[in-house]
């Protein structure tokens, strides 16, 4: 039997991998996957265009979009507002497709709640290490050391909130630390008949672990960012 397509959510903190992992579904399996656009406030960053990357909104147009109800999800994150069109969503269901979202943490758990199981596959993703996701947020060159700094004790937040969630609003961890196994290992979610939280208590403390980690390389952060005044 095929399944009805899904809403896929690849729940991260920033520089988690969610976005790269989204479009690397779809890519490879256009005829399977379809990507949906999220808003933003934000402005672009370079290289991005409006309707692939994000569609831009100023924030009254967000709000006024919000209020009337054309946001399946919507958070604020890091002094901006993010969000998902419900026509988004339902214009690649409509097609056959899985929807593929990449939101925030608190985007997760509006989703689920819209899209319960098996309507949904949500999953947390995390990079292999704390030092890779601080890495990947230098390189982006886009945030000073304070911001880089907020959106670490973001980061720490989002984890610690998904740890508690796993078997509620979390299907799965997955740990980004090969592309082309994170890919796989979405697919294997996807078009698994029965979709249901895998060993709970050891990716609690995967979790854990991870937020212990990342505290301590934020507290190096800071202490290096002070000496450097």
């Given at each position: 039997m095929?399944?009805?397509?899904?809403?896929?959510?690849?729940?991260a903190?920033?520089?988690g991998?969610?976005t790269?992992i989204?479009?690397?579904?779809?890519?490879r399996?256009?005829?399977?996957?379809?990507y949906?656009?999220?808003?933003?406030?934000?402005k672009?960053?370079?290289?991005?265009?409006d309707?692939?990357?994000?569609?831009?909104?100023t924030?009254?147009?967000?709000?006024?979009?919000?209020?009337?109800g054309?946001?399946?999800?919507w958070?604020p994150?890091?002094g901006?507002?993010?969000?998902t069109?419900?026509?988004?969503?339902?214009?690649?269901?409509?097609s056959?497709?899985?929807?593929?979202l990449?939101?925030e943490?608190?985007?997760?758990?509006?989703?689920?709640?819209?899209?319960?199981?098996?309507?949904?596959?949500?999953?947390?993703?995390?990079?292999?290490?704390?030092?890779?996701?601080?890495?990947?947020?230098?390189?982006r060159?886009?945030?000073?050391?304070?911001?880089l700094?907020r959106?670490i004790?973001?980061?720490?937040?989002?984890v610690?909130?998904a740890?508690?969630?796993?078997?509620d609003?979390?299907?799965?961890?997955?740990?980004?630390?090969?592309?082309?196994?994170?890919v796989?290992?979405?697919?294997?979610?996807?078009q698994?008949?029965?979709?249901?939280?895998?060993?709970?208590?050891?990716?609690?403390?995967?979790?854990?672990?991870?937020?212990?980690?990342?505290?301590?390389?934020?507290?190096?952060?800071?202490?290096s960012?002070?000496?450097?005044?």
């Open positions: 095929t399944l009805p397509p899904r809403v896929v959510v690849l729940a903190p920033s520089g991998g969610k790269t989204a479009r690397e579904l779809v890519t399996h256009p005829g399977l996957f379809g949906s656009v999220s808003a933003t406030t934000r672009a960053r370079p290289g991005e265009r309707g692939a990357a994000y569609h831009f909104l924030q009254d147009e967000f709000l006024r979009r919000r209020d009337a054309e946001f399946l999800e958070a994150y890091a901006e507002l993010y969000g069109l419900r026509s988004e969503v339902e214009r690649v269901l409509a056959g497709r899985h929807v593929v990449d939101v943490v608190q985007g997760a758990r509006q989703v689920r709640k819209a899209y319960p199981r098996p309507a949904s596959v949500v999953t947390f993703v995390i990079p292999p290490s704390p030092r890779v996701l601080i890495e990947r947020l230098r390189k060159r886009t945030e000073t050391e304070a911001e700094s959106r004790d973001i980061a720490i937040r989002e610690e909130t740890r508690r969630d796993i078997g609003v979390y299907d799965s961890v997955l740990v980004n630390d090969d592309l082309d196994t994170a796989r290992e979405v697919i294997e979610l996807v698994g008949r029965d979709v249901s939280p895998h060993q709970p208590h050891d990716t609690a403390n995967l979790l854990s672990a991870f937020v212990r980690q990342l505290r301590t390389e934020a507290a190096q952060l800071s202490q960012t002070g000496r450097s005044r």
